[in-house]
């Protein structure tokens, strides 16, 4: 008897693996959802906002806040060179803005672990500066932090560092 000759059952020898056909598809189902389940829960390398929920209560102040500093007419300009040199000049309707607090917070967007914050020291008027040296090459972005006058002014940008 061949694979296609039917038996007294009516089933060839092939109808017998029907059952083992849905039983493999169901496995092969289980494996894959398996290794999603791995790949959603287990390699997740972004930053996640810390206190999500707070901050989102918050929007109302944080909308406030950014109506407050566009009418203080400050203006701000980031500038790295790759010799580890960072400059920020800050003005105040055109002119310098002397004396003020400055820190800058550095942010790696696709990695946790290597952010860190350099105060900014006034070399001329208006003029802030620090030695930067960056752990990885890259895009960074950086947050300037701006005191003065207890006025707060702060300003995002993104780095390209060699």
Excluded: C
């Excluded at 996640?48 to 109302?60: D, I, M, P, R, S």
Aim: hydrophobic share 40%; net charge negative.
């Amino acid at each position: 008897m061949t694979d296609t000759q039917t038996t007294e059952t009516g089933m060839t020898k092939r109808d017998r693996w029907i059952p083992w056909y849905i039983v493999g598809f169901f496995a092969v189902i289980f494996v894959m959802d398996g290794i999603f389940v791995y790949l959603a829960t287990d390699t997740h390398t972004g930053v996640v906002t810390e206190q999500a929920y707070l901050k989102g209560l918050n929007y109302n102040d944080t909308v406030a806040a950014a109506e407050a500093q566009s009418r203080l007419g400050w203006a701000g300009t980031v500038d790295y060179a790759d010799n580890g040199e960072f400059t920020y000049i800050l003005t105040a309707q055109d002119q310098p803005l002397s004396g003020a607090d400055i820190v800058a917070e550095f942010t790696r967007p696709t990695h946790n672990g290597v952010d860190f914050t350099v105060p900014l020291l006034e070399n001329s008027t208006g003029a802030y500066r620090a030695t930067v040296d960056f752990p990885l090459e890259g895009v960074w972005d950086v947050r300037v932090y701006v005191t003065w006058n207890q006025q707060q002014y702060q300003q995002a940008d993104r780095l390209i560092v060699r």
